[in-house]
């Protein structure tokens, strides 16, 4: 149950926005454990001098294609977990829409179940199936 804040510089197309929500939701489905009906996403294109980032910091050299991804899971996951997400993301977005590895930045943040309510004004129960 992950939501995902996605940002990015102004000026993408409705196309490319798609390809960049599909690729993280194909991405979070199938090395992240997310059921596939589980999609919350909110995108933002900033204006020039709204998004800033370092273009060389621990990676790059980035470029004005630079998307950070910033990801609030419900529950936290292996290292392992992780890692596979990180690469097949990276994998997924360079074949569509095409963007570089290198202009792509991941933050994880978990919480707890009471974290969250999905509707109702009910905080969320997290129950095994």
């Not at 800033?52 to 899971?73: K, M, N, Q, W």
């Not at 996951?77 to 596979?84: N, S, Y």
């Not at 963007?99 to 969250?116: G, L």
């Amino acid at each position: 149950m992950p939501f995902t804040r996605i940002s990015l510089l102004k000026g993408k197309s409705p196309e490319y926005l798609k390809a960049l929500s599909d690729g993280l939701h194909r991405a979070l489905v199938e090395a992240f454990d997310v059921p596939p009906d589980d999609r919350f996403q909110a995108i933002r294109q900033h204006e020039p001098g709204e998004l800033v980032f370092d273009r060389r910091y621990l990676g790059g050299p980035r470029s004005d294609d630079f998307v950070l991804f910033e990801i609030t899971a419900g529950r936290p996951r292996t290292t392992p977990v992780k890692q596979a997400f990180y690469k097949r993301l990276v994998t997924l977005l360079a074949e569509t829409p095409g963007i570089r590895p290198e202009d792509v930045m991941v933050i994880i943040a978990t919480t707890s179940p009471e974290d969250w309510s999905f509707s109702g004004g009910d905080a969320w129960t997290f129950k095994a199936a």
